[in-house]
């Protein structure tokens, strides 16, 4: 029960993982339009993820313990989805919103990221869900700091989606990562009633809280890993990795396509990938 510190060329590694997986959400961000199925995706991910970027997609077949094998590059949830949307032939359509996460491994190092993506003229309730999303991973990522501890990330998604009228769920959280896909901690977006550790320099995790327009509660589906709102309301969500510097925090998932922070997001500017 440790959180390791990762050497700076672990860290070196892990962002280099970390761009590749942006770029590949950067390769697959034009096909996300009406009519394309999301196996179609799935397909150009493995495709750009193994023969063009070299890389080894890790949700790919993964097993966690008591799970049945992921049997897909991505998992692409869409709509009341909340997270593990297996790819299916089922067409996107106008309106749906839509979460794509993927995984790679460049050199025993793991880079896991997701963006939300709406298909087509989004509609006034998608298009809320999608930025609060946003907001909430970024009030998340902003109390990251030498000093203060994971509840702090919880308190402040939580008091963000309060604030909102939106909910956070609490079954899936981030993760510490690294060699290893799923490492320690459970980064929870909620507050904790237990101590959490303390953030320490060289700590690298992802943020990645899922936000639903209605209640937070879940249920999988009959295949296992589909993850949707119990209540079928909208849920979205956005992943970074994030990395514990000696004055705050840097971000390990960026690319070009990297959407900029939220206006209110002063100390952290996307580097230039020109
Ligand atoms: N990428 C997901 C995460 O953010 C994990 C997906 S596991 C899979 O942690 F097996 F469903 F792919
Ligand atoms: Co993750
Ligand atoms: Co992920």
Redesign the pocket.
């Known amino acids: 029960m440790s959180i390791n510190i990762k050497t700076p060329e672990e860290i070196a590694g892990l962002r280099i993982a970390g761009r590749l997986a942006g770029e590949l959400l950067d390769y697959l961000t034009p096909f996300v339009k009406p009519g394309v199925t999301t196996a179609e995706l799935d397909e150009l991910a493995y495709d750009y993820t193994v023969n063009v970027q070299k890389c080894i997609p ?3 077949h ?3 313990e008591g ?1 049945t ?2 049997p ?1 590059t ?2 692409i949830s869409v709509n009341h989805v909340v ?2 949307g297996i790819p299916s032939e089922k067409k996107l359509k106008k309106g749906d919103i839509v979460n794509i ?3 790679s491994i460049k050199d025993g190092f793991h880079g ?3 963006r939300m993506f709406v298909v087509g003229k989004p509609t006034i309730a998608g298009a809320r869900m999608v930025d609060l999303a946003f907001q909430t991973m970024w009030a998340g990522i902003e109390a990251v700091r030498p000093g203060n501890c994971f509840n702090d990330i919880g308190i402040a998604c939580q008091a963000f989606a309060d604030k909102n009228g939106v909910s956070v769920v609490r079954d ?1 959280g ?2 510490g ?1 690294g060699r290893g ?2 490492e320690e901690p459970f980064v929870a977006h909620h507050p904790s009633h237990r101590p959490t550790p303390v953030f320490e320099p060289g700590m690298v995790f ?1 943020i ?1 809280p899922m936000v639903n327009a209605g209640r937070y509660h879940t249920t999988v589906l009959g295949d296992g ?1 589909t993850v949707v709102t119990k209540d079928r309301s909208l849920s979205a969500q956005w ?1 970074h990795m994030i990395l514990v510097t000696e004055t705050g925090y840097d971000i390990l998932t960026c690319s070009k396509g990297t959407q900029e922070p939220p206006a209110w997001v002063k100390g952290w500017k996307k580097p230039s990938f020109d």
Do not use: R
């Open positions: 890790a949700c790919l993964y097993q966690p799970m094998p992921y897909a991505t998992c997270c593990h996460d993927v995984t896991d990221t997701s899936y981030g993760h990562i896909f799923h992802t990645e890993w992943e």
